[in-house]
């Protein structure tokens, strides 16, 4: 991505800016994402100690850490886009025109944002009731449900935010004719993306192994 | 494209028998949408949004209910479900053991053994997904994290692309079917089975699948030889077992706490995680930024799954409120046919089904329909769970859409075009099939095992 | 009663989601007779209902008030327990201890449904039936003699004073959801759990637990709602007509609560001849009868523990309804 966009007119240069911008903090929000499932282990591995060892149990666990999965999935679902990783069946699209591709690419992404805003919705209708209700979960906490409820919703609408910024660009760079750059925004993971994501892992992990000195 | 073949042709069935029986049916609307379902598929349209849609689209044409109204709590249920916590824990615990080299090791010791054998390291390939399966629950983490450590050790070499993709698709989805499983947790989530029976009864059809692959190497090592690496001393082979170790303590961990009453299955992936950290502690490769990766990976590959589940329960939700499953499970049920052959019905449509369909989503919008017509004609819970599992994982490689082969994809090197992945898992997926027909017919494979159990 | 005829009209449809499983007497003897099948019969045709379970819509129970409210089904019944996280108040009708018999249970019902309905027609929902399920009882895989006995042992509960109760008996609540009970007593994640004597048995926890009380904690009490809106645009025969229906289906209910508390005990130690309504347990298990010290502790708890954490759960108002309404019924007042 380094060195692009150099030669771009004005309006598909300043959409690229929002968009790192928001893909930033995306990653950001998938970070802790991730940390709330390390957390979740945790926490269900304390329960279990506690109620076999101890003879305790937080009388929660089941209703907490099913609101750390609703948040983790709607908080990691903005950066899963900017990284390309939502499923799409793309071996018909990819043998296309290029042109055509790149309008089809963009027509997912329209489409992927209207059920994103149609879930953002619900999930804020959601939020509503449980705040007329003034709704309570059944556990020993008592959590008030708008609150697991409006974290989720938070992670929804920046996925909503997400698609518009990358949908933004990709229309922006088809208006100024540029269908290569959009293939390249929006269409599948080129080669050297998959092969730089693919590596980190599998390089930790040799380096790991190799850390360990000859057997 | 088979599967379009396959669901018109089931369209077309069940609309004749309707025809036949005086109701009315709107076939411009079915087949309007049908058609809309396959140019979103055509056009590259992602997975969750065409079925997203497809559920707004129903609900829009056929409910006359303000099901809009109620959809936030449709999407909420799923997403704060404990059980499907599991799905996170089990996608930590890999990313943690390959991270910190434990796979890599599991890998290379099993190599030690098997390279010599006709088909070489592809052997390596399933015995290690296997062995991971055993104490993972996720067939995508499987693949993952098994992908990523052996795809480097063919770089080079003259194995056939097709076969080493094929084989660790195949070994991959082997993940779900090898206890642990998350299938069967949300199987026994739905239908209210045990998670611990289900896991038993899948013992011995995980070990048949596992031989079948090996058949399909063999047979493809005795076709096409390779070079054979050079003996490796008894010694060395014997020292390489201490790799096994951790992998075996895992398994201990997870199946073990279930077994002797001291989690749920849904908190074994929970232990799993933790003891996966702990063992990498043990090796000292536990750092800030290995939890930090992790994380990362852990949080994108949930939400990536999660998207389709929101989308997958929709369009559940909207079909149940138009009375779309009731009225195929009374369709089904009133078949005039022996029970073996509705069963066959029943695989055929999951067959289908699983060639475009994601496998935990296709679990989630299915059973709660099939299940009461399964058990009405006489078939056991516990065999059908683990036979639905098994077209689970079918589903997960088969072409086009699976995700097992979509995150293999995700870590080629070469460039490759996933059509590649297609063909090379073809004979894998014909052996998973003649393992369903076994089970079809000699149901006790299944069912012996947790009798004996008792 | 439910009236024999309605007069010709426009054709009414009603959605009904009741019940958790389609298996339950109260889904198979009740709902499908009465809103599937009578409603039609009786109306002539009229009225076109469907039924379905929670399972069916994929629903946990806690979400009835909204399905109700939002028009998804015009009629929802589910356990008022389960509803009290959106409606507090509906936790007061059925406490731990509070009904030691299904007379009692059903007077406090009664009164208590116009106060319950104050709550619900802010939601623009109304209840029209509460009604029992069998008797709540504990379940053990090990022996118990009385409640006392439970001290120290892991038990799986639900719904806020069920916990309460728990705690004061000296025994570890956890919670787990139903379908991961029958595997969590078979492996001993917990040693007891507390269900419906016919749920229990309708979930085969007779192979996994050997102990069976019969002694009622409570009486998970559950109600049917409707949709307001929907209930006053129908015709006022098609009212008056649902009205007889619902009334009559109340007093089968209330039958059948109480004739299955009895059948799930008798199916749940084998005596074949008391098991007709759930089936008979291959293993049968061992009745525990609930003694007069049991009785008394389970009072204390419910004045000590169960009904000042009820009313700090749902407010100081929950507890004036509670002593003007209920208190006269069960001769337990809260503040003393
Ligand atoms: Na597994
Ligand atoms: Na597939």
Redesign the pocket.
Known sequence: MSGEGADLPALPRLAGALRRGVSALAAGMAYLAGWNYIACALFITADVLGRNLLGVSSAATVEVTGYMLAGGIAWALAHALTRGAHIRVDVWVNRLPLRLRAVLHLLALLLLGAFAFFCAWAAWSLVDESLLFDAHDNSALRVPLAVPQGVWFFGLAAFCLAVLVLAAEGASLLLVGRPAEVDRLLGPRTVDDEAAEALEAAAMAREAAEGRGPA | MIAVVVLLLLLGVSLAVAAAGGQEVPVGAILALTAVFVVFFGAGVHVAAVLGLLGVLVGLVFSDRPWWDFAGQTLWGPSSNFVLVAVPLFLLMGDILLRAGLSDRLYRALNLWLNRLPGGLLHTNIASCAMF?????SSVA?AATMGSVALPYFTGTGYSRRMVLGSLAAGGA????????ITFIVYGLITETSVGALYVAALLPGLLVTGLFVLVILAHGLARPTERPAPVPFALKLRALADLLPTLALMLLVLGSIYAGWATPTEAAALGAVGAAVFAAFEGKLSFRLLNASAEATARNTALLGLIVLAAYLLNYVLTTVNVPQTLAAFMADLPLPPWAVMACILALYLALGTFMEGFSMIITTVPVVFPIVTALGYDPIWFGVVVTMLVEIAQISPPDGTVMYVLQGMRRDGGPITDMFAGVLPFLAAYLVAVTLLMVFPELALWLPRAWG | QMPTSLPPGPKVSIVSVTQPLPTQPQFTRVDMPYLRDMLRERSGGRIEGTVASHAERNLSGTELVRLVRSGQADIGASTLTTLSGDVPIMDGVDLAGLAPGIGTARRIADAMMPVVNRDLERFGTRLVIIYPFPAQVVFCRQPFASLADLRGRKVRTFGNSLVDLVNSLGAQPVSIGFPEVYSALERGVVDCAVTGTGSGVAARWPEVTTHISNLPVSWALAGYMVNINWWNRQDPQVRAFLEGTFKEMSDKLWELGDAATRDGIDCAIGKAEGCRIHTLAARPMTEVNGTDADRAQLREILEKTVLPGFVKRCGARCGEVFNQTVAPLARVRFGG
């Open positions: 399966s055993a104490i993972s629950g499987t082997l993940g779900n079917l090898i206890p642990p499983g």
